[in-house]
């Protein structure tokens, strides 16, 4: 079964600063699917960045970019130029590439706390 | 475009009551459909899933159930609440394609007392 390990519980970033965000996932499949999602104090899961693991490109969307390490089966999440609107738990998942009804495998979450 | 409702936003029910939590897909067909659970401070589980109206597939043995009735609707019951169910639930929805995302609702906060 494939699992998804966020080894960071919390992080803090000063804001305007860089933090990255590990995760790492174990899968014997080699066709996937990566995504991080945010969930601030509202608690809606809101996407962030999605990645195929058939792609060597990193994804990228606006202020978020992710460094994609096939080999080391490595997800990690990179925002720039942090926000106070940043802060929230952000969780990393996994998905299949076979069909469409397999679930996300989530991580157990990085909580992100932004300094002002 | 594609919205989904989630309802209640937070419950209260003591031990031993039923449950019904309803969702609810606008904007698309035939989507497949999703009930999570978070525990606090923890991440998310997924309780059932479904490929179509009357198709539920369980991740996890418990007192949960899950129903279809219709293409774009996903109700969680439970006949009787034990303090473990607890928790937050999202409900969540994706197109059958590969690789597609998964939306989520808002949420709902269920204490059992």
């Known amino acids: 079964a494939q699992t998804v390990t966020q080894s960071q519980p919390e992080m803090s970033v000063q804001e305007a600063e860089t933090v990255t965000l590990s995760c790492t996932y174990d899968?014997?499949?080699?066709?996937?699917?990566l995504f991080w999602y945010k969930q601030p104090p509202s608690r809606q899961m809101i996407l962030v960045i999605r990645q195929e693991a058939y792609k060597q490109q990193n994804a990228t969307e606006n202020r978020f970019s992710v460094n994609f390490q096939k080999a080391a089966k490595s997800f990690s999440l990179k925002i720039s130029d942090s926000q106070l609107g940043d802060a929230a738990m952000y969780f990393c998942a996994y998905r299949n590439s076979q069909g469409g009804s397999e679930k996300l495998v989530f991580g157990k979450g990085t909580k992100l706390t932004v300094n002002p | 475009s594609q919205t989904i409702h989630q309802w209640p936003a937070t419950l209260v029910q003591p031990v031993g009551s039923p449950l019904s939590l309803e969702c609810t897909v606008e904007?698309?067909?035939?989507?497949?459909l999703y009930w999570y659970r978070q525990a606090a401070g923890r991440g998310l589980q997924l309780l059932f899933y479904s490929v179509g109206i009357g198709q539920i597939s369980s991740e996890v043995p418990q007192n949960l159930s899950a129903s279809r009735p219709q293409d774009r609707q996903f109700i969680l019951s439970s006949k009787k609440l034990l303090l473990s169910d607890s928790g937050f639930y999202l409900c969540?929805?994706?197109?059958?394609?590969?690789?597609?995302?998964?939306?989520f609702g808002n949420g709902t906060r269920l204490t059992v007392t």
């Open positions: 904007g698309t067909s035939n989507p497949n």
């Open positions: 899968t014997s499949e080699s066709d996937y699917y």
């Open positions: 969540a929805w994706s197109t059958g394609r590969r690789g597609s995302p998964l939306h």
